[in-house]
C-alpha cells in the first residue's frame, strides 16, 4: 500500500524534538523512514517491540493509550481506535511498514484496526500534521507498525521463539511462535499467534444503560427498567465482549550488493462479540422490541501480498530507489444469532420478525510507489510517487453506503539541509483524488446537492431518479516545515508549521443509512468541502543525562471540520432553531416521537456529516529523572496533555477526551524490570452537543519481567502483569458506548517467552 507512505515517512522530520518514549532506549532509528539515523527532529515516540511481546495482548489503540498526546475511542476490549491530539477517524491512519493498512475501520466505530502485533520491531508514532509524508490527510497523524517480515539484513544465525500468555479478565490465553532464518541465501520469516479472549469482566455497577440514563423522564416504567437493569448490572461482565484472531505472516527476501528484494503474506482472520448494537425498530407502543438473549459477533478475513526492495543506482543524480508493492484483501462480515426463546409466547412473536441477514464491509486495494533518493553531500533529498486503488462496499441488512471508489496518485518531495544557524526540514505533497459513489435517496436527497452539484458530478440519478451518482476529483496540497536549533549542549528548540488538506471520506460523503453501532441514522453530504488544516507547534526539549524535560504547545486550525453532529442537537443551525429551544426541551418526548415516526428511523438518532471551522489546541509536558539505586537504576517520569478543540461558534467539538497526568516509574537491574504506571484521566465536562459529561478514573498498571539466560545460546522471559489494579469504573469519553461498554476490570496475567 502506501509505500509512498513509507516514503512520505519522512516528513516525520518535520515538527518538534519529541524523540522520547516514556521506555527510552539509547539508539532511536526511524528503520521505515526518508532518514535511517538516531537523529530525529520531530513529535515522535519510538515504541520498542518487547513492549508488546512482553506486556499484554491487547488492541493496538490500548496498547499505546499511556503516550502523551495518544488516546482511544474504545468499542469492547478488540475495538479501540487510535486518537492523536484529538483527531481520530480518517485523521489518523495506521501503517504496516510505512504502508496504509486497508480495513474497513473507517467504515464504523465497531470496527478494529485490523494489524499483527506479534514479533515486531517497533511501532512509531508521529503526532500533528508533519505525519504528511506518511499519507495523505494525516492531519491528526500516524501510527507505523514496523517488523522484519520482509528483512532488508541476512538473518545471521536462525532463531526460534515460543510463547505462551494467559489473562484473568477474559478468562483468556494466547499462543505465539516464530521462526526465522537464511535458507540458501534467502533470508525467512514466519510468524503465527492464536489469541482466545472470553468475555471480559468489569467492576461492579460499572454498565449504565440509556433507560437509567433518563430514567427521570420515565416514570410511568421505573419499576420495570429498574428490575431489567439490575438484572444486567449483576453480570459481572460485558455480553459479546470477546476476541479470537488467528494471524499468520510468511516473508522471504534476498540481500545483495546492488540493494535488497522480498515479499510478504499476510493473513488475519478473527472473530469478536458486538457489545453494544441498536435497535430500529420499535413496537405499536414505541418501546424497543424484546428479541432475548441476541448473539451480535463479527468475523473479519484479511489477506495481504507486498513486494518491496530497494535498488543502488550510484548515480550522477539518482542514489537509490526503493519500491512497494501491496495488493490487500478485506472483508468483515457483521452477523446476528438469536438465541431460542423459552416461551411458546415469544416464540410465535418472533415468527413476526424478520431474521437478521449478515452484513458483509469489503475493502479491496493495490497500491505501488516508489522513492528516489537524490541526496547530495549537503542535503538530504527525496522524491516520492505513489498510486492507490481502492474498492469498498457494505452489502447486506445492514448497509448504510453504497459502493465507493477511489483512486489516489500522489507526488511527494522531501529536503534535510543543515543552514548553520538552525536545522531545516521540509516537506510537500499533492494528491490527486477521485472519488466515485452513489446515494440512494431517502428523505434528505433533496437538501443537498441542488447548490453545488454541477461543482463535484453528475446529480442526475437513475432513470427512477432515486438514485445520485457522484464523480468527486479534486487535487489536494500539503507541506511542512520545521527550525531546530540548539540553544545550549543540554536545550534544543523546534518551531514547526504545516498546512494539511485533506479530502472528505468516502463515509462522510455517501454516508446514507442506520448505523446501529453509533444508535444513529447517519447522512453523508456528497458536497462537502475539503479540510484544510494550519498547524503551528513549539518544542522544548532539555536533556543533561540523569534529567530531561519535554514541552510541546500547539495550534491547529482546522477549516470546514467535518463532524458528525445530531440533527436534534445541531448547533450548525442553532440560528435556525433557537427561537423553538424553550419549546423543544418542555417537549422533548413528543419530538422524538414526531421524529420517528417522519424519518422512519425508530430509536435512531438522525445525525449529520456536516462541516465548521475548529480550532484545536493543547500541550503535552513531560519530565523526569534517573536515579542509582543499589545495582540498578530507577527512573522516574511525569507527564500530562491537554486538548481543547471548539468550533468557530463557541460549542464544543464532540468526543474530545479530557487532561490526563501520566506518572511512570521503571526500576531495572540486569535482568529484571519493573514498570508501575499511574494513569490519571480527570473528569471531561468540556463536551459537545448531545453528549455527556464523563467521570474521572485511575488506572494502574504494572509488569514484572525477569529474563533467564542460562540455556545455552537461548533465553527465557517470564512476565507478570496486572491492569487496572485498582479495579476503576473507568470509561472513555470518546467512545459511542461509553455508557454501556466500560473500560474492562482489574485483569492479572502471566506471559513466558522463550527464544533460542
Known sequence: MKKLLNTFIVLTALNSIEVMSQDEVEEIIVTSAFIDTSEINNPLYIIDGTEFSDGATTSLGDAIDEYLGVSIADYGAAVGQPIIRGMSGPRVKILKNGVVNRDVSGLGVDHLNDVDLNDISQVEIVKGPSSLLYANGTIGGIINVVDDLISTKNFEIPEVSVGYESQSVNDGNSEFVNLKGNVGGFNVNFGYKNTDFGNYDVPSGAVIHSEEEHHDEDDHDEDEHHEDEHSEEDLGYINNSDFAVEATKFGVSKVTDWGYIGFGIDNLESVYGIPFHGDEHEDEHGDEEEHGEERIFSTTDSETFSIRGSYNVNGNLVNKVDFTYRDSDYSLTEAHAEEEHHEEEEHEEEEDHEEHAPTVFMNEAVEYGATFDISNDSSTQKVVVNFVDEDNSIVGEEAFMNPANSEEFTIGYYLSKDLGMFDLDLGFRLDQIERSGSVSEEEHGDDHGDDHGDDHGDEHGDEHGDIDYYNIDDTTSSFAIALGRDLSDNLGVSLGYASVERLPSSIELFMNGPHMATGRFEVGDPNLNSETSNNFDITFNFDNGD?????????????????????????????????????????????????????????????????????????EIEFGKSFDLGSGELALSFGRDVVN??????????????????????????????????????????????????????????RLTKTFNGMGKGELKVSLFANNLLDEVARNHSSFVKNEVPLPGRNYGLKFNLTF
Open 547 to 619: 534529567f530531561y524535560a519535554i514541552a510541546s504547545f500547539y495550534i491547529t486550525d482546522v477549516d470546514n471540520y467535518i463532524a458528525l453532529i445530531d440533527e436534534e442537537d445541531d448547533h450548525m443551525d442553532e440560528d435556525e432553531h433557537h427561537e423553538d429551544e424553550d419549546e423543544h426541551h418542555e417537549g422533548e418526548d413528543e419530538h422524538h416521537e414526531d421524529e420517528d415516526d417522519d424519518h422512519g428511523h425508530g430509536n435512531l438518532i438522525h445525525a449529520n456529516y456536516m462541516q465548521e471551522d475548529a480550532e484545536f489546541d493543547g500541550y
Open 645 to 702: 478543540a471548539e468550533f468557530s461558534d463557541g460549542h464544543n467539538v464532540p468526543r474530545i477526551n479530557p487532561a490526563r497526568n501520566i506518572y511512570s516509574l521503571v526500576y531495572t537491574q540486569d535482568d529484571l524490570l519493573f514498570k508501575l504506571m499511574l494513569k490519571d484521566v480527570e473528569k471531561q465536562n468540556d463536551f459537545g452537543e448531545g453528549e455527556t459529561a464523563t467521570d474521572s478514573y485511575q488506572m494502574l498498571n504494572t
